[in-house]
């Protein structure tokens, strides 16, 4: 496995949220639980959410790529990267980890690992993803379409907080595809976004959270469930 999977175990919380999640809220959650982990008062987390139908700008957002700005409500967000899109279908992993004890603060070697944790994920359902130099997130090649042609299937976004990682990967399930049109997905015009169904692989999300926590347990040590409710009351 790539030298970018860390050795380091200790126990990582997991919570799946079973509705959908207001993005203030989301990262209103992120940065109270990365102050908190910051300070050793709580355990790293991996949380698994969906977003209402929405678009976020990263730093580097250029507006000419807000195609459609009335589309979905649009939110600047902290994250790195550009305009992207959020919305029911998608599964977002949020991940909260201690890049410095981690990765010795190495923020490419992170990045590299969330790219081989989506990977992996996609090889459960025997989908071949990979990575590209310049691009970021998870590519499909797509010799159905045309000759070249590659969609994106998993976008990354990462924002770094006292050594704490927060935000973290999307991977497209079943969304409607249609909603990435009112943006220039990542910045990237001229490839296509895809899905597992568009794809052509049926899968519930429940099966892609076991597959997402089980390789997250795998790589960064024992995953502890937590339920969504508790989660929430802690930022309260």
Same mark, same amino acid.
């Given at each position: 496995?790539?030298?970018?999977?860390?050795?380091?175990?200790?126990?990582?919380?997991?919570?799946?949220?079973?509705?959908?999640?207001?993005?203030?809220?989301?990262?209103?959650?992120?940065?109270?639980?990365?102050?908190?982990?910051?300070?050793?008062?709580?355990?790293?987390?991996?949380?698994?959410?969906?977003?209402?139908?929405?678009?976020?700008?990263?730093?580097?957002? #250029?507006?000419?790529?807000?195609?459609?700005?009335?589309?979905?409500?649009?939110?600047?967000?902290?994250?790195?990267?550009?305009?992207?899109?959020?919305?029911?279908?998608?599964?977002?992993?949020?991940?909260?980890?201690?890049?410095?004890?981690?990765?010795?603060?190495?923020?490419?070697?992170?990045? #590299?690992?969330?790219? =081989?944790?989506?990977?992996?994920?996609?090889?459960?359902?025997?989908?071949?993803?990979?990575?590209?130099?310049?691009?970021?997130?998870?590519?499909?090649?797509?010799?159905?379409?045309?000759?070249?042609?590659?969609?994106?299937?998993?976008?990354?976004?990462?924002?770094?907080?006292?050594?704490?990682?927060?935000?973290?990967?999307?991977? =497209?399930?079943?969304?409607?595809?249609?909603?990435?049109?009112?943006?220039?997905?990542?910045?990237?015009?001229?490839?296509?976004?895809?899905?597992?169904?568009?794809?052509?692989?049926?899968?519930?999300? =429940?099966?892609?959270?076991?597959?997402?926590?089980?390789?997250?347990? #795998?790589?960064?040590?024992?995953?502890?469930?937590?339920?969504?409710?508790?989660?929430?009351?802690?930022?309260?």
């Amino acid at each position: 496995m790539d030298s970018a999977i860390p050795e380091t175990a200790s126990v990582v919380e997991c919570v799946v949220a079973r509705e959908p999640v207001a993005y203030l809220d989301a990262v209103q959650i992120m940065e109270e639980r990365v102050a908190k982990i910051a300070e050793g008062a709580e355990s790293e987390l991996i949380w698994l959410v969906e977003h209402p139908a929405l678009y976020t700008a990263g730093t580097s957002a #250029k507006h000419a790529d807000l195609v459609a700005p009335d589309r979905f409500p649009v939110f600047q967000s902290g994250r790195g990267g550009q305009y992207t899109y959020h919305g029911p279908g998608q599964r977002v992993a949020y991940a909260m980890l201690d890049v410095r004890r981690r990765f010795g603060g190495d923020v490419r070697r992170f990045v #590299k690992f969330l790219e =081989n944790v989506v990977i992996e994920t996609l090889a459960r359902f025997d989908i071949i993803g990979e990575v590209r130099e310049g691009r970021v997130g998870v590519w499909v090649m797509r010799p159905d379409i045309g000759p070249g042609r590659e969609d994106k299937i998993a976008a990354l976004g990462i924002r770094i907080r006292r050594g704490i990682s927060f935000h973290g990967l999307a991977i =497209n399930v079943a969304p409607d595809l249609s909603h990435f049109s009112g943006i220039v997905p990542c910045g990237i015009s001229d490839q296509g976004v895809t899905s597992f169904k568009d794809l052509g692989h049926s899968v519930r999300m =429940n099966d892609v959270d076991a597959a997402l926590r089980e390789i997250f347990s #795998k790589h960064l040590g024992a995953v502890r469930d937590c339920e969504h409710g508790q989660l929430v009351a802690m930022a309260r």
